[in-house]
């Protein structure tokens, strides 16, 4: 397994932008898909944005298309998801995931490694 280590959540109102990070500290990301899921109190866990390793290819939830972006630096080990315009709705606990599959189509699954979460919470 891989060790994932988010940072970058917080309170923030709606409408404002938030950066998370996920790194793998100590070893260099591996050739796989990487991606960010959320779960909020008292519902499951769910798909938000994926990455394949070269960075080419992207996957959102359709709540999130237009206002989320994924990115990977390979070099930094570390993936971001870029939130603008949150909305209240996007609070939850934001969980960084390795997939155990090249394709950028996942979902809980197909998850080999998870962080810790970071939470996000967006006022209105």
């Known amino acids: 397994q891989v060790q994932l280590v988010e940072s970058g959540g917080g309170l923030v109102q709606a409408g404002a932008s938030l950066r998370l990070s996920c790194a793998a500290p100590g070893r260099t990301f591996s050739s796989d898909t990487k991606g960010w899921f959320r779960q909020a109190p008292g519902k499951a866990r769910e798909f938000v944005a994926a990455?394949?390793?070269?960075?080419?290819?992207?996957h959102y939830a359709d709540s999130v298309k237009g206002r989320f972006t994924i990115s990977r630096d390979n070099a930094k080990n570390t993936v971001y998801l870029q939130m603008n315009s949150v909305k209240p709705e996007d609070t939850a606990v934001y969980y960084c995931?390795?997939?155990?599959?090249?394709?950028?189509?996942?979902?809980?699954?197909?998850?080999?490694?998870w962080g810790q979460g970071t939470q996000v919470t967006v006022s209105s």
């Open positions: 995931a390795a997939g155990k599959t090249a394709s950028v189509v996942i979902g809980p699954a197909d998850i080999g490694s």
């Open positions: 990455i394949n390793w070269s960075g080419r290819s992207t």
